[in-house]
């Protein structure tokens, strides 16, 4: 099966072959005729699987067919597409995607609409006049209250990571949207997981739905290898610096329950020397998007994200994801997993679990209804002690601040589960001022040359109060 044989035109068959593309995956095979043919579609699909290309691909063609007169366009037509996500990152990549896959169609504009940026500039873009709307729903039904947006030329929805938005609680915000919404239009709903909540959505929402499921529900995709390390939780991150550097990986991913989680574990990374960066909700958007950037092009090697800022994450070929701890919500696994082994590469995912995660594994487990391979570490067995190179390491680290400084509870209420420091892995109190989230970013050298961890003295030098 080639992209042509899907009856696609030829400017994004151009573009799929600047891209490299030989061949659409499974998603895109499947779902793509069901789209161009105008069927509603319910896509159980996690990232990773070329969903976003399986959707905007037959959009693109829908529009590319659609006649432009020349006074229409004159008039700035309302946008014929809106497409919901639950994230701004989500957002951003899939309206890099349609404009990537759209760039021989230049006649095509695309809005992307997220909160926590200036909302003018998006009134100004709206006003001008696009065919596509990629946004998530807070800040577009921002725009609809305040009249800046026209949905009533609205063809075609698509509810991208259905089961997120529901997660984040947007499903009144979503019922809004759809209300402002021509009633005769195609919707698509994707959704890597389906509780009865999607369902109901899906029911509501579709009509006469073609069903296109490409990984087998709640399961994770199968070129992941997952990998459980047993571990003391005083000792996951000298584990994970060991992993790091005995590996010499280039990219890896971590998740931790709590932002301040990840701001502790990108401050000790640094330490090590390792060039870490961590994202979460406290860090403002430019933030959020540099220390993607930074990690996309190689310039860290790890990035420490909380479930919520990881949402779409999307990078070529993810190739390490850790959990740091395990989430308290089971496809919250799959999730996190599903940033690695992208598009048929392979991937590894490794939790380091601690004695009082076991109930959250046996969870997981039931969940993709199979265990994982479970194998100590040599010299991080639980109930090991901490080798020489983690002593010395404890030894020059100045004291942490008091638990309760931090200001952050953990999530879920899990046995242990602030991942309370070893004396080992101490951070100075100077590190997070204002308890804003701060997390140390290791820049590199403005020579460009290989960069020091960052110092104590610019622990916040990345932060913007939101
Ligand atoms: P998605 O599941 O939409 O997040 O896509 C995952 C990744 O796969 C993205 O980085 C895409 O660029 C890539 N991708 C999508 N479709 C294809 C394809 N047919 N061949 C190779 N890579 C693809």
Redesign the pocket.
């Known amino acids: 099966m080639s992209f042509a044989e899907l009856g696609l035109c030829p400017e994004l068959l151009r573009a ?1 072959a600047d ?7 499974p998603i ?1 095979a499947q779902a793509i005729p069901v789209v161009v043919s105008g069927r509603d579609l319910l896509g159980a ?10 959707f905007t691909l037959p959009i693109l063609n829908r529009l590319a067919s659609q006649p432009r007169d020349a006074a229409t366009t004159a008039r700035a037509a309302p946008p014929k597409v809106l497409v919901l996500v639950p994230t701004r990152e989500l957002a951003a ?1 899939v309206g890099d ?1 349609v404009r990537t896959y759209g760039r021989h169609l230049p006649a095509i504009k695309t809005a992307i609409i997220f909160g926590g940026v200036g909302i003018n500039p998006q009134i100004d873009q709206l006003r001008r006049g696009v065919d596509v709307i990629v946004a998530t729903p807070g800040r577009l039904l921002d725009h609809l209250q305040q009249r800046t947006v026209n949905l009533s030329g609205i063809q075609m929805l698509v509810l991208d990571e259905a089961d997120r938005m529901l997660d984040m609680g947007f499903i009144r915000d979503i019922r809004r949207v759809i209300q402002a919404l021509p009633a005769k239009r195609q919707n698509l709903l994707f959704s890597a997981t389906f509780n009865p909540e999607i369902r109901g959505l899906a029911e509501g929402l579709l009509h006469d739905p073609a069903s296109v499921d490409v990984a087998p529900r709640n399961t994770a995709a199968e070129t992941v290898a997952q990998r459980v390390h047993p571990v003391d939780k005083g000792r996951k991150t000298a584990l994970i610096a060991h992993l790091v550097k005995q590996g010499d990986w280039k990219q890896v991913l971590i998740f931790t329950r709590t932002k301040h989680g990840a701001n502790r574990l990108a401050e000790q990374l640094v330490r090590e020397g390792i060039l870490s960066d961590a994202i979460h909700g406290n860090k403002s958007q430019n933030a959020r998007t540099r220390a993607l950037a930074d990690f996309k092009a190689g310039k860290i090697r790890v990035l420490v994200a909380t479930d919520i800022a990881a949402r779409g994450i ?3 070929q993810l190739p390490h994801v850790i959990n740091h701890e395990l989430p308290n919500v089971p496809e919250d696994y799959v999730h996190r997993i599903g940033r690695t082994g ?3 590469a392979e991937g590894e995912a490794i939790s380091l679990v601690s004695g009082d995660e076991k109930a959250f594994l046996k969870d997981i487990e039931r969940l993709l209804r199979r265990s994982i391979p479970a194998s100590p570490v040599p010299g991080y067995e639980p109930g090991s002690q901490p080798t020489a190179e983690e002593r010395a390491a404890a030894a020059s680290r100045p004291p942490a601040p008091p638990e309760r400084e931090r200001g952050e509870r953990p999530r879920g209420g899990a046995p242990g589960g602030r991942g309370h420091s070893p004396a080992g892995a101490r951070r100075p109190a100077a590190a997070a001022p204002g308890g804003n989230g701060a997390a140390r970013h290791a820049r590199p050298s403005r020579d460009g040359g290989n960069a020091r961890p960052a110092g104590r003295s610019n622990g916040s030098q990345n932060q913007r109060p939101r």
């Open positions: 799929l891209e490299g593309y030989e061949k659409p995956t895109q699909a996690q990232t990773g699987t070329g969903k976003t290309a399986a990549q995607s999307d990078i070529d992208r598009a048929g």
